[in-house]
């Protein structure tokens, strides 16, 4: 038995999530048409490749994650494009103009935070010092 699919009951495509700034509190979200790039209070990380959003408004990326620390930088902890950090799953739901995100580790499945964004706001961070 074959089903048919009425007319209007179409399958939407999974579409890119649209290029632009995503804030909420300890987070800035930046996505861009090949990636996003991620600000937390004291750390931040990186997306490469476009994030796809399903007909639900569910995704999920992988990306690098990379601690900060307050006072100076030593050479040494300088990342090169791709070195350093750990590797991090970014899953979450979009909805309208609001977004709920939550980073988690890869190799440990520890999450790292959950946060709740809307397109447009500016973020509340408060870096390390």
């Known amino acids: 038995m074959t089903q048919r699919r009425s007319k209007g009951a179409r399958r939407r495509a999974p579409d890119a999530l649209t290029p632009g700034v995503w ?14 790039s991620v600000e937390y209070d004291c750390a931040h990380g990186t997306v490469a490749g ?14 690098r994650h990379f601690e900060e620390h307050g006072g100076p930088v030593r050479a040494t902890e300088i990342e090169e494009e ?10 979450g739901r979009v909805g309208g ?25 500016e973020p509340n961070l408060t870096k390390c010092r």
């Open 82 to 91: 791709g070195a350093g950090g750990y590797r991090v799953r970014l899953s």
């Open 97 to 121: 103009s609001l977004m709920k995100l939550t980073v988690t580790r890869a190799d440990t499945r520890e999450v790292i935070g959950t946060f709740n964004l809307a397109r447009d706001r």
């Open 23 to 36: 804030g909420g509190p300890h987070i800035s979200f930046t996505v861009t048409e090949t990636g996003a």
């Open 50 to 63: 476009k994030i796809v959003v399903d007909a639900q408004g569910r995704f999920g990326v992988n990306g």
